[in-house]
Structure formats: structure tokens, C-alpha cells
């Protein structure tokens, strides 16, 4: 080594070993955040599952206005696909880089309340949310009596059938009762010498936890069943109400009229299934991919047991809520005001009318929000008349159980419900199971 | 040449006369140079291992004995070995279906791969155009888990593809991964088509090692190709057949992807394993605690298994 190069600062090998160290320590450090300068304006972050293109624009739309017409403080957007949004809550969250809104699913907001995420809604906009939205959309963002955030879609679930495949089997229109839903499942299944479905009479499906589940809580809050107990801290399934639905869903099973094996979001689609429980979100999807058939699908609401017994159904849905992390609380919440409950003109409804921002935006998009004032002008004429049914049940659906452990709760369902379906245990088994699992599950989460 | 890496042995040290101490405090100097020197080099790899291997397994060890919801990790909860026992506790459905599941699917997904690559492996020993046959039978695992999986989730759909040959021959329709006691071996089919691919490249390389003087020597004795095969092939095969049996067992008992796509863990807790059920209640339910619990006992296993399998290898006189 010549004298030079020793005393002439780094050397080619010290240098050589820093620089890993250094990209190392560089990857490993904070992204900028800003710059923090007195003057400059605040920069809010929200985080959603509005990644694809529709959704993406259709809130992009409302935040560059927020943006142009605001200099104090600016809003970010950042979307990852719902199936990645629980995750990236967590992470984001304990990397110490949690988005200052987040818009979860209302299922998590007992874990992510009980985690210290989401942070109370002050008083005044505590008053503002029950004032302004139907009570499912506001459970849905409660915990414990508490309000979290402002409820943007939410899902009123009903039953679709196909008017086609009813007519065919002689039946004049939608059932309303269980005895009636169960004759017109039987008379409208049809199989083939092998035994194949070519018709399911109605449509039970294992394809995951929202549509196993749903379908059978909605049946279950139609027989004035709930699937958690008052206290929330166990499961109410082993009931009357429970044991009726899973009585139902095992006839339809064993006697043909359901095989819960085929995927019925395609089936129904290929005029495959006479009925099935769904959300409203589903309507826009047949209507792009059925093209003209789409006119034989009707919408009605899920039946009930009796004729006389009161409607009842499911709802589920997503709230924006604000970060505990949040340095600047005051500036989300105040956005969130602006988005969720100011009203603005809406060019494709009467002279006068309006509705706020979110609800332009979910209707757009196809979907509903629990404002039923902004769904009426919003939905007025010219709508879709199946999207009636769905509106009509924000007036008496019921919230998705959002407790502590819920998700679990719903995914130990969901496996007793398949159980059930596949003869792997009794009505009788798998109600006792499902309680056993819930309750022991539930109660560790608290 | 003195080779300075050496170690200084204590008779030579013991030896060496006092006024040869400027020398050896001068070599002693330039060997920790060479040590520091050799260590700043390792530093970026050994920062590498401690960042991602010991720190995540210290970490997850903090876990398994903790109550974490994955958001704050001031969060952390100290519950001693309650996540563990919690795995085994009465009416947990860890042990039973959740890990005899792992262990059916990597047994069954070994046995079929393995079987499947030796037969093939020996025919294309034989056959012409060697390359263009191994690039087939490699095709599937160079595509992407997804598409395999939904490609024969509906080729065992009721009406998919397999229904439809039962139904030509007139047998009547199987509900494959709608039934729970036909759901983990259709899947388990499935995994071994996909793994057989890497079997066969392994094995024709092992055929390839075996030296031909044996086959001629077994040829002059009038030995059969039956004969031949358990006599000379299988035995001189052993080598490679371990590799391939610990690696696709290592495999089969931590994979998911498959299942996650074809049947999600389901009907009921039919296809569930191990690593789905760690995901989800890490990801989806925020029991980080259980989660990392269970990756540990997954760990234990996973040893277990290898350990007997180098054992019964190594009995029979061969070292992987």
C-alpha cells in the first residue's frame, strides 16, 4: 500500500466495506415525510382499497377538489387491494408509518380498536353520524357504543333469483317465506343422470368467508336471530333462529336443491341458480357481464319464516376512520366532515338536488352509503329497480358483528357451516361446535 | 512461504527464543490486521444474517411466547408458554386435522412424486431427445402456483374435465374438492404433478452418475430389466432419492399456495395444514402469538421428520 493511498482519506477497501453498510442504513431509514417547514401545508394520508381504476378515480375526484380548493392541508391518496388491506394496516401500523385515514373494513374495527388504531370520533361528529346515517351503517362503525368513523358503503344483503328458471318451473314470482323459497328450490333444481347440477335451486356456496357466511346470516338475521350475544363477547348462533337456518341449509342440501360446491357468482351468471343471497354490490357486476339476460334477474327481500314476521337482513360495509397516530387529527376528521356529510349539487338528478360527496361517489361505482336521503335522489328515476330492495333494507338490516375477534369468529363459521353442508357433521354438531370455537375464540380477544 | 493464517502451534511458541519477540509481535500484529481486515469484509453478510435470519427467529421466538395484535409493538404481552399449550388444548383443531393434514399432504406429495419421477426418470433414461423430455416434465414448475391450481380446480369441478371421462365411461360424478374425504388427496395429486418436474431433473442426473459397467456386467449375468432395476438402479439411486425425499417432505409440510388457491383450507378444516393456518391467524386474525407458536411446533416437526429420514438413509450405509 503506497503512503499516498494510506493517508489520502478513505482507502478503495475501506470504502468498499462502508458502502454496503451505508445503501444498508440508507434502505433502512424513515422515507421522507415532508417537510415539515412552519408554513407549508399539512399533508394527511389515506389509505383504502380503492386500487383498481373505477374506484381509484372515483375518489381521486373529491380529494383534487379538497386539494384545489384547500391550501392548509392537502390529502394523499394510497390504495391496496382490499385482500392486502388488513396486512398493510399492520404493517404500516408497527413500522410507525400508519396513513392519518384509514378506511377499514367495519368486521375489524373491534381488533383495530382494541389494538389502539382508530381513534374515537370527536362529539360533534359523533352527532353528525348518527344524525346523518341509518342505524346499520352506524353500528357498523360503533364499538362498545362507540362511533369510530364515517360509514362510506355499506352492503344490505337480499335475495336475487332468475326470473327465467322461476317461470319455467311455474312459479309467478320471488318467494316470501322460507316454505315458499324451499318449494321453489325444489321445483326449479334440476341434475343430470350423473348426477351434475344443472340448476341449484338456491344457490349455497362455499367460495369463501363473506359468501358462505353471508347467506347464512342473512337468513339468520331474517328468523330475528343474531350470530354474537348482547355482551359480544360469545356467539348467539345456538338458538331457535340458528338452528332454523342450518335446518334449512342441510334440506336444501340433502334433498339436491343447493350443491355448495359450485362457485354461484359464475353460475348464476350462466343462468345456473334460481336463488341467491347477496349484496347489492353484486348488481353491477351481472349487469356488465349478462348483457341482455340481465333482464331476468329480480331482486327481493330475503324471505322471512313466517309470512307475518318482520324483514330483517345483513348489512356490511367500510367506514373511514381517523389513525390514533395521526399527527393531525383536527385536519383528518375535518376532511372527512367535508367528504362524508357536506352536501353538494347532483348534475344528474333534479334541479336542487344533493347529496354528499361519498354518496356520489359510491353510487357511481355502483354501490350504496347508509345516507338514505342521498340514496333516494341519488337512485331516483331511470335507476336500476333492483337496487330498490337493498335501499329499502338500510332501514332494517343488521350491522355485521364487528367485535373483537370477529374475523376469527367469522372464519370458524364459515367451517362449520361447510361441515354442515358436506355431512361432516349433524345440525345438532355443528351448532354445538360453532359455539364452542366462537365462544372460546371471542373471549380470548377481549 | 509463511503462511500467516496458520495457527502458531504451542511447541513452536514454546520454542521460539526471546529475542525473536519484535518478529512475533510483528507477525502477531499482521494476523489481526488480517482478521479485522477479513471480518470488515464478512461484516455486510453477517449484518445480512443477523437483520434477516436471527433477528426475524429471535423475534418470532419474543412472539410465540407473547400476545401480539401485529400493530405497535409496544404492544407486546408476555404470556409465557400459554400459546403453546393453547395449540394442544382441548378441542384446538392444531393437532387434529390442522397438522395431521401437513403431515398426510407432504407424506402423500413424496410417495406420489417420487414414485411418479423414478418411473419417468428411468424411462427417459432410455428414450431419445432426453433434453426435450426433462424441459416437459420441468414445465410445471416454472408456472406460477395460480394457474395450476385453478386450472385443475376446474378440471375436477362437477362437469370440469375429470367428471367428464368418469362420465364417458359411465360412472357417475365425484364432488373432488367439494367432498372432505376426497379434497386433500386431490389436491395432494396435484402437488406431486407439480413437484414431480424437479424430482426427474434430479434423479436423470443420479441414473446418469450410475457407471455403466454394472449394467453390462448384470447383462452378462442374463439379469432382467426388473432385476436390474431393484438390484443396481434403485440402490445406486439412493443418494439422490434422499435429496429428493427431504427436499420435496421440507416442501410439502410448509406449503400453502396450492390450497390457499384450490379449496382455501376447505370444506370445513378438510385441507387445511399448518402453514395456511398460521397465515391466517397472523394476517387475518391478528394472533401474531399463536401464529409464531404454531410456526415453532411446525419447526420441531420439520426437524423431526429430517432427522429420522437422514437416520433410516444413513442405516442403510448412504450420506446425503
Known sequence: MTPSRRTGGLSRRHFALALPSALLASGCAAPHQGTGRPGDPIVLTLLSHYASGELKEALQGPVDEWNATHDRVKVRTKAVEFTDLLTTFMVRQAAGQGADIIQPYCLWNGQLVQAGVLRPAPSEHTAEITRGYGKAAVGAASVGGKVYGYPTEVQTYALYYNKRLLREAGIVGPPRTWRELEETAYRTAKRDRYGNTLVQGFGLSTYDDSTTVGQTLA?????????????????????????????????????????????????????QVAMVVSAGWWTGSLKAQMGKDYRDVGVAPVPVPKADDAPATLSTGFML?????????????????????????????????????????????????????????????????????????????????????????????????????????????????????????????? | MVNTLAPETTERAAHSPRSAG??????????????????????????????????????????????????DLDDIDPVGLDNFTGLFADGSTFLTPILTNTLLFALGTVALALAGSVVVATCINNLRFQGLWRTLYFLPIVTTVVAVGNVWKYMYEPGGLVNGVLNALGLGSVAFLQDPDTALPSVVVVQAWASVGSAILILTAGLKS????????????????????????????????????????????????????????????????????????????????????????LFVVVLLVTLVQLWIFRRKGEDA
Open chain 1, 219 to 271: 337468513l339468520l338475521n331474517a328468523a330475528g336471530g343474531t350470530f354474537v350475544s348482547a355482551d359480544g363477547r360469545g356467539t348467539a348462533i345456538d338458538s331457535t333462529a340458528g338452528r332454523a337456518v342450518f335446518d334449512l341449509e342441510h334440506r336444501l342440501v340433502v334433498k339436491g336443491a343447493s350443491a355448495p360446491g359450485i362457485n354461484v357468482y359464475k353460475a348464476f351468471q350462466s343462468g
Open chain 1, 321 to 446: 376512520g381517523v389513525n390514533t397516530a395521526s399527527e393531525h387529527p383536527r385536519e383528518a376528521w375535518e376532511f372527512l366532515r367535508w367528504l362524508n356529510t357536506e352536501k353538494v349539487d347532483v348534475k344528474s338528478a333534479r334541479k336542487g338536488a344533493t347529496a354528499t360527496r361519498m354518496s356520489s361517489l359510491q353510487v357511481s361505482v355502483g354501490s350504496l352509503t347508509g345516507r338514505a336521503d342521498d340514496m333516494r335522489t341519488l337512485l331516483g328515476q331511470g335507476s336500476d329497480p333492483n337496487l330498490r330492495p337493498f335501499l329499502d333494507a338500510l332501514a332494517y338490516a343488521v350491522p355485521e358483528p364487528n367485535v373483537p375477534g370477529a374475523q376469527q369468529a367469522k372464519s370458524l363459521l364459515r367451517k362449520n357451516i361447510e361441515a354442515l353442508w358436506t355431512g361432516q357433521q349433524s345440525v345438532d354438531e355443528a351448532l354445538r361446535t360453532t359455539r364452542r370455537q366462537v365462544d372460546q375464540e371471542v373471549s380470548r380477544s377481549w
Open chain 2, 22 to 71: 519484535p518478529a512475533v509481535d510483528g507477525r502477531r500484529r499482521a494476523r489481526r490486521h488480517q482478521a479485522v481486515v477479513a471480518y470488515l469484509f464478512l461484516a455486510p453478510t453477517l449484518l445480512f444474517f443477523a437483520v434477516f435470519l436471527i433477528l426475524p427467529l429471535g423475534f418470532a421466538l419474543l412472539l410465540s411466547m407473547s400476545r401480539w395484535a401485529g400493530f
Open chain 2, 210 to 297: 450410475i457407471p455403466e459397467s454394472y449394467y453390462e456386467a448384470a447383462a452378462l449375468d442374463g439379469a432382467g430389466p426388473v432385476t436390474v432395476f431393484w438390484k443396481i438402479t434403485l440402490p445406486l439411486l439412493r443418494p439422490s432419492l434422499l435429496f429428493v425425499c427431504i427436499t420435496q417432505f421440507l416442501t410439502g409440510l410448509q406449503s400453502f399456495a396450492l390450497i390457499i388457491v384450490m379449496t382455501k383450507g376447505g370444506p370445513g378444516d378438510a385441507t387445511n395444514v399448518a402453514a395456511l393456518e398460521m397465515y391466517r391467524q397472523a394476517f387475518s386474525y391478528g394472533d401474531w402469538g399463536t401464529a409464531s407458536a404454531a410456526a415453532f411446533m
